[in-house]
DNA sequence: TGTTGATCTACTGTCGACAAGAGGCTCCCG
DNA sequence: CGGGAGCCTCTTGTCGACAGTAGATCAACA
C-alpha cells in the first residue's frame, strides 16, 4: 500500500480559496492506474485465480500496453496486496491466508472505534447521509441476492467511517485491506447464509456508534470484526496456510 | 508502503526449522533495491534536501544505471513515504509535517502496546538480549554524541519489539514509518538537548514493559510517543503545516 | 499595461529490443 | 540405474530511443 504522507500539491481536498466553487478535482487518469484497475476487478471477480502466474508479456498484449506501464500495476496491485512480486520469478495472484485475514482484524480492532471516534464530530449531518445510504445499498443488494453489490457496499459502509475520521494514514490503511477484504469475502461468502444478515448487523453497528459510547463501540466492533473473520476460516480450508507460496 | 501480506517464500525471518541453523537468508541483491538504498541514505542524511525534485536521467546516469531500475527505485521511496511521485511533474523528496508525524504518533500509541503485548511470550530469552543490545548502541551513541548511531539504535529499539510481535502486518506498518521518522528525528534533533535522555527514557520503557503490566505500558507509551512528538512541532516551525496540504 | 496565446524546453511516460536469470530437459558418466 | 553437468526455453530485468505533457518564456493584442 501506499501510505504516502505527503498529498500531491494538488490535492486539495474541501478548500475553496477564491468565490467558493469547489467544483471536485478531475483525476488525471494514468495508464498504470487503468491498467491496475481492470487487473484488479479480474481478480476479485475470479477471472484470475489465486496463485496464478501474472505474465507480463500476455497481459501488456491483451491490454494493448508495453510491458513498462504494466509492470507499474503490477506494482500498485502488489502494494494493495493482491499480488505477490517475486524477484527473477514473477507476479503472482495472492493467495489470501486465515492468518493474513486475521492480522488485518486484529488490527481493525484497534483502530476502527478510534476511527469513529475521530470521525464522531461529522456523524451528524452529510455524513450520516453517506453511512446510511451505504445501508441501504448493502439491504438493496441482500434483497437482489447481489453477492458483489452487497460486499461494495458493505466495504463502503466501512470506508466511509475512516474517510469522516480526517486521519489521512488511518485511511490509507483501511485502503491497504480493502481489496483484500474483499477477496476474502467474495471468495468466502458461503459463510453468510443470509445476506440480510450483513445488513442488520452493520445496522446495529451504526445505532450503537449513535449512542457515542465508545466503550460500547469498541466491544461492537470487537464483535463484529471478529465475527466476520474468526467465523470463516474453520470452514475454508482452501485458504488456510495455503503459502507454500508459490507453486 | 508495501504491506504485502504474503511474504515471498524465502523470506522467513527468525524461524529456524531443522537443526537451529539460522545462517540468515542471502536477499537477493535486486538493483532497484540496491538503487532505493542509496537514494535512502541519501535522503536520511540530508544530501537530498525535502522538496527537492529527483530527475530520473540525471539520478540515473550518476549512478549507472537506466532509468527503468531508477524508477522503481523510486516507488520503492515512495511506498516508504520518503518519495512522493507526481504524474507527469516527476519525484519529490518528503517533507515531513508535523500533521504526518502527528498521525503516526496517534496510530503508534494504538498499535505498540499491542506489539508489546505479542512479543511479551518472547521478551525473556534471546529476544531480550536483541533488545539490550540496541539501548547499549544507543548508550554509546549517546556517550560520544553520535546522533547518526543514536537514532539507528533508538529506531532498532522499537524495530526489535514489533519484530518480537511475529505479527507481519504490525511488522511492516513499523518499517512503513521508520524512515518518516528518522528523517524527522535527524531533522529535528535540537529538541533533544541531551541525547542520554533518549537512553534514559526507553530504559524507563523496558522496565515498564518488564512488569508485564499492560496498563501501565500502555500509559507508558503514550507518554513516551507523546512526548517524543508533540514535544518538538513547537520549537521546529520549519516543519510545522509545511503541508502546502493543499495550496 | 495586463492578458491571452503560441512556442520552446526540460522532464516524465511509453515503447520495442536486448541481456540475464530460473527452471526443466536431455544426455552423459559413474 | 542414479546423479549431475550442460543446454534450451521461457520469463523477467535492463536498456536506449521516442512520444507526450507541464511550465516558462515571450510576443501579439485589446
Chains 1, 2 share one sequence.
Not at 69 to 82: C, K, M, Y
Not at 234 to 239: D, I, K, Q, R, V
Amino acid at each position: 500500500m501506499t501510505l504516502s504522507p505527503n498529498r500531491p500539491p494538488g490535492s486539495t481536498v474541501g478548500r475553496r480559496e477564491d468565490g467558493d466553487i469547489s467544483l471536485g478535482r478531475i483525476h488525471q487518469r494514468t495508464t498504470p492506474g487503468t491498467v491496475a484497475g481492470v487487473l484488479r476487478t479480474a481478480i476479485l471477480d475470479g477471472t484470475l485465480a489465486p496463485g496464478s502466474q501474472l505474465r507480463e508479456a500476455h497481459i501488456a498484449a491483451d491490454l494493448g500496453v508495453s510491458r513498462a506501464p504494466l509492470r507499474e500495476a503490477l506494482s500498485i496491485l502488489a502494494d494493495e496486496g493482491l499480488v505477490v512480486k517475486i524477484a527473477y520469478k514473477g507476479a503472482f495472484v495472492a493467495e489470501v491466508s486465515a492468518k493474513g485475514m486475521a492480522e488485518i482484524a486484529s488490527l481493525r480492532k484497534r483502530l476502527e472505534p478510534y476511527a469513529i471516534e475521530l470521525a464522531m464530530p461529522r456523524l451528524s449531518g452529510s455524513g450520516r447521509t453517506k453511512i446510511v445510504r451505504t445501508l441501504q445499498d448493502m439491504a438493496r443488494g441482500a434483497d437482489d441476492g447481489d453477492l458483489a453489490r452487497t460486499i461494495d457496499a458493505h466495504m463502503s459502509f466501512h470506508r466511509v467511517i475512516y474517510e469522516l475520521s480526517e486521519h489521512g494514514l488511518l485511511l490509507d490503511l483501511w485502503r491497504s485491506w480493502e481489496s483484500q477484504l474483499q477477496l476474502f469475502l467474495s471468495a468466502d461468502h458461503q459463510s453468510f447464509p443470509d445476506l440480510h444478515d450483513v445488513v442488520a448487523e452493520h445496522e446495529r453497528l451504526l445505532t450503537i456508534i449513535d449512542t457515542g459510547d465508545l466503550e460500547a463501540i469498541t466491544r461492537e466492533i470487537d464483535r463484529h470484526v471478529h465475527g466476520s473473520i474468526d467465523a470463516a476460516p474453520a470452514g475454508s480450508a482452501a485458504f488456510d496456510g495455503s503459502q507454500p507460496s508459490n507453486a
